[in-house]
């Protein structure tokens, strides 16, 4: 991805915590690419074999993600203070804030609100420490069902990752109170995919899902009536766009980052048909979830006003831009 900002990165320290994950990954490598000269930090805490109560792993950071990395990385846990020290030999120009429990279906109130919350304390202190520039990652999941497009002011938060994400927001905003010379933006994304994700595995976008299920000949699997379920799908390339123009917000706050427009399950499914040229027919089974969000969109209108933001992708465009590493890591080992 080519440079989208005149910032220049070169010679700045740039931490990223999350960086073994998804998006993490993908801001390291824009730097890297763009900026050969900045001082890129990573802290994550990888992944063990250990898992929530749902199954899933209890984080996704994946060495592969990672592989033609070249700057410092650091195994730590944002849950252990004495970890989150080793940072301390830095001085952090910029703080990209990614690390967390990224899975909407944990339910453990404790463990949810302790990682995400409880550590984001840490890292605002560091921004106040060493004067940093700190872009965290808020969610959509804030806003849970409330009507569509979604507005900064009208979240109802519907399980425990979205209210952890919705107390970091508040918590930001009374920092931003208290120290209005630091930029503290909070962006709030929609569903993102893109190359990286593989490693989220169950909790992946449907996009590389349905794009697998196609390439392994097995009939796209959709819940009864995605026709109407509508999500704003944001490619990894708008996101990525959206932390570095946050670097130059005009004022702190909280922004959505989303594509501005909802898609349905069955867009995803029908165009990946047809990239792929299959013609295998989509299969339905009930939605076995009670409050599943049926409509997101991002009004995405203050994100263009203040951080200058501007999607570029089309839910085809992304997927179109996808497809080699669709087929890249169809079969590919997740260990
Ligand atoms: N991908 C999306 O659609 C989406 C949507 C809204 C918000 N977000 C948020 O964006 C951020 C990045 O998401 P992602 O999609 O890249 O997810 P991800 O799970 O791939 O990345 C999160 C990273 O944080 C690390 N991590 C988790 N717990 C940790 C801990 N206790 N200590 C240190 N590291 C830990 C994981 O190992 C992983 O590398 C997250 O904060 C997530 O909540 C993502």
């Known amino acids: 991805m080519r440079k989208i900002s005149n910032l220049n990165f070169n010679k700045k320290n740039i931490l990223i915590t999350g960086g073994a994950g998804f ?6 490598f824009y730097f890297q690419k763009n900026y050969p000269d900045a001082n890129i930090v990573i802290f994550d805490c990888f992944r063990s074999g250990d898992t929530f109560d749902n199954g899933n792993l209890k984080s996704f ?30 001085k952090f120009d ?16 404790e463990i949810v609100m302790q990682t995400n919350v409880n550590s984001f304390y840490s890292f605002l202190e560091m921004a106040r420490k060493d004067n940093s520039v700190l872009i965290y990652a808020s969610s959509a999941a804030t806003y849970g069902s409330s009507p569509s497009p979604q507005r900064i002011g009208f979240e109802d938060p519907e399980n425990p990752y979205g209210y952890s994400k919705y107390s970091m927001d508040q918590i930001a905003k009374n920092f931003s109170d208290q120290n209005p010379d630091l930029l503290v933006i909070g962006l709030r994304f929609f569903n993102v995919y893109g190359p990286g994700e593989f490693y989220k595995m169950k909790t992946s976008s449907m996009i590389i899902q349905l794009g697998h299920q196609i390439l392994s000949s ?39 980052v989303g594509y501005g427009k909802a898609r349905s399950f069955n867009d995803i499914a029908n165009i990946l048909l047809e990239e792929l040229h299959s013609n295998l027919e989509i299969e339905y089974f009930p939605n076995p979830y009670s409050g ?13 006003k203040y951080i200058d933001y501007e999607p570029k992708f089309s839910l085809e465009d992304g997927i179109k831009s996808y497809l080699t590493y669709i087929h890249k890591t169809f079969k590919a080992a997740v260990d």
């Open 23 to 28: 998006i993490g990954s993908n801001l390291a």
């Open 61 to 90: 950071g994946h060495y592969k993600n990672l592989i033609g990395f070249t700057g410092d990385i650091i195994c730590g846990n944002i849950n252990n203070p004495d970890e989150i020290r080793l940072l301390n030999d830095y």
């Open 94 to 109: 910029y703080i990209f804030h990614q690390a967390a429990i990224s899975d909407t279906r944990v339910y453990n109130q």
């Open 218 to 256: 097995k009939n796209p699997r959709l819940f009864e009536g995605s026709s109407k379920i509508l999500r704003d799908f944001v490619f990894i390339e708008d996101v990525i766009q959206a932390n570095i123009k946050a670097c130059q917000s005009q004022r702190s706050g909280v922004f959505n």
């Open 292 to 304: 599943y969000q049926m409509d997101t969109c991002a009004d995405i209108s203050l994100s263009k």
